[in-house]
C-alpha cells in the first residue's frame, strides 16, 4: 500500500480550485463554472520517480519506502463560501497539505488568503501550504500585482505560483512543489 494523505484546496468561490484540481488530476479543463457546495473529491497518485531525488527525507528507510510503495493524494476541494463553512469544517482535519488559491483579476479574493490561511491553521495545524494566484490567462483584467503576492508569501515564509487552470499553465508545477514539501515533512 502506498503513502497517503489529504490536500486541502481553499479559497472564495470562483478563484478556479476546481479547475485546477481538475487539469491537475485529469488534464481537462471545465467548460462550465459549477459552484462547489461542501467539497469535490479527487485521488492522484504522484510519480514517486520524479519525486525522490528533490525530496529531503532525513531517514533513509522511509525514503527507501516511499520508492517502493508510492506516494498518493486525496484532493479536497472544500466550497468556499464563508457562511457555509461551518459545514464543512471536518474536510480540514488530517491534512498534510494545502493550496490557498485566489483570483488574480479579483482584489477581494486575495485579501481573503489571510481568513483561509487562518481557517486552515486552526483546524488542520501547521502543514506545508503554497499559494496560488490564478487565473493568469486573464492578464488585461489582473487586480493583484505580481509584486503584491510575491511580499505577501515573503511575510508568511511560503511559496507562491501563478497559474491558469485554463492554458494550463503552472499548474503542476504548483502542486509537485507542494507534494515534495509534503514528503520533507515526513518523519
Known sequence: MSYRGKVILLGNPGVGKTSLLSQYVDGIFPKEYVQTTGANFLIKEMEIADLIEKVNIKNPKI????AKK???LYFWDIGGQHDKLFANEYFFYQAIGGLVVFNVTDY???IDIDFWISKMKELSGDIPYIIIG?????EDKRAVKYEDIEKKARELGVKFFET??????????AFTDLA????????
Open 108 to 110: 477581494n479574493s486575495f
Open 180 to 187: 515534495i514539501q509534503i514528503l520533507n515533512n515526513f518523519k
Open 63 to 66: 525514503k527507501e519506502d516511499l
Open 70 to 72: 508510492g506516494f498518493t
Open 164 to 173: 491558469s487552470a485554463k492554458i494550463n499553465k503552472n499548474v503542476n508545477e
Open 134 to 138: 490564478n487565473k493568469v490567462d486573464l
